[in-house]
Nanobody, 118 residues
Framework: QLHLVESGGGLVQPGGSLRLSCVVSGSIDEYYSIGWFHQAPGKEREGVSCIGMSDGSTYSPDSVKDRFKISRDTAKMTVFLQMDSLKPEDSGVYYC???????????WGQGTQVTVSS
């Protein structure tokens, strides 16, 4: 059983940056990966980055890999998502969860709202 809590969302202008945090607590298996997911209004949740908690390997889709960077602090059991060059279409709720694919991820956090607007 895991418990994930996101923070760091907010209002930012286009071109700006935000760093999201996901604090993980509970019995984490060393093979777990933690993913960040974006849900825009009226759209399905989609993965934007994923990291292996044991080896730090990362994956981001081509659509964001030049702007979003995922990292982890294993001592603090925290996963970060650094988002740069933000666009209005990046607005929505960002969730973290255990897993890289939205259809199979578990232990979803409550989400943090990101709004990119001038």
């Amino acid at each position: 059983q895991l418990h994930l809590v996101e923070s760091g969302g907010g209002l930012v202008q286009p071109g700006g940056s935000l760093r999201l945090s996901c604090v993980v607590s509970g019995s984490i298996d060393e093979y777990y990966s933690i993913g960040w997911f974006h849900q825009a209004p009226g759209k399905e949740r989609e993965g934007v980055s994923c990291i292996g908690m044991s080896d730090g390997s990362t994956y981001s889709p081509d659509s964001v890999k030049d702007r979003f960077k995922i990292s982890r602090d294993t001592a603090k059991m925290t996963v970060f998502l650094q988002m740069d060059s933000l666009k209005p279409e990046d607005s929505g709720v960002y969730y973290c969860a255990a897993g890289c694919a939205a259809a199979f991820a578990q232990y979803w956090g409550q989400g943090t709202q990101v709004t990119v607007s001038s």
